[in-house]
């Protein structure tokens, strides 16, 4: 079975704290994206990767930034945690020009 | 762009109840659409899907039809159960997935 797993399930950070969220899947796929999901906003893209070294902008990038170095592995960081970045972050991978197999995800909480 | 709309919850149900969550989407093209389903504490996995049109996808005793005249993909199942106590995305997909805001349904015994 595809895996995708990311590093924590719960998290609690400071504000102006740099937070590093990661996400890691098993199968070789080329597409991974990091989403948050909010109550009555459904999931919203962050970033996307489509392969090593490569990103693009989601719908929300203001405020994160990602990091692909290898292509098992996709990075989300907070370079200064604010308190409305409190949210559900969602990992997802997939071959290319599929919908992806998501992760678990990490319910962070800025304080 | 692309955007999807699915029907306000929260949905609240008895067990053995016909369930009915709608979905529309607006899209250029045909895009790929997708339900997912995220039980309590867990992520998201793919309930069903259909990638063209007057496809049908189905899984679990749910179904849902492509209809490019209405574009909707409207899930449905004919006898809901405890167990499928959930939240509810409908999502599509043409460069990238883009997802409704989510419908909680809770099945009363």
Known sequence: DVKVTQSSRYLVKRTGEKV???????????????????????????YFSYDVKMKEKGDIPEGYSVSREKKERFSLILESAS??????????SGPLGTSGVF???????VL | GNSVTQMEGPVTLSEEAFLTINCT?????????????QYPGEGLQLLLKATKADDKG??????ATYRKETTSFHLEKGSVQVSDSAVY???????????????????NP
């Open chain 2, 58 to 63: 189905s899984n679990k005793g749910f179904e």
């Open chain 2, 25 to 37: 989407y607006t899209a250029t093209g045909y895009p790929s659409l997708f339900w997912y389903v």
């Open chain 2, 89 to 107: 995305f409908c999502a599509a997909m043409a460069q990238k997935l883009v997802f409704g805001q989510g419908t909680r349904l809770t099945i």
């Open chain 1, 20 to 46: 590093f969220l990661e996400c890691v899947q098993d199968m070789d796929h080329e597409n991974m994206f990091w989403y948050r999901q909010d109550p009555g906003l459904g999931l919203r893209l962050i």
């Open chain 1, 83 to 92: 308190t409305n970045q409190t949210s559900m972050y969602l990992c997802a």
């Open chain 1, 103 to 109: 992760g678990p995800g990490t319910r962070l909480t």
